[in-house]
């Protein structure tokens, strides 16, 4: 599982949670629907908000630059 990688782009908190716990924070990533219709871009935001603040900065953007070497 260390190689595989979630987006965040869920419609609960309770999915958000569960992809933390399953994936681990190092796997878990702030994707984007966009220019996708359907999806709740502001919702997303908010759930990954909501988790604790060194998870919430690694999903938003320290998993991505680590991943990406940006």
Known sequence: MRNVYCDSVVFRQDALDMAVSCFGTDNVLYGSDYPH???DPIGCLARVDAL????????????AQRIFNL
């Open 52 to 63: 604790a603040d060194g998870v919430r900065d690694k999903v938003r953007s320290r998993n």
């Open 37 to 39: 219709t359907i999806g």
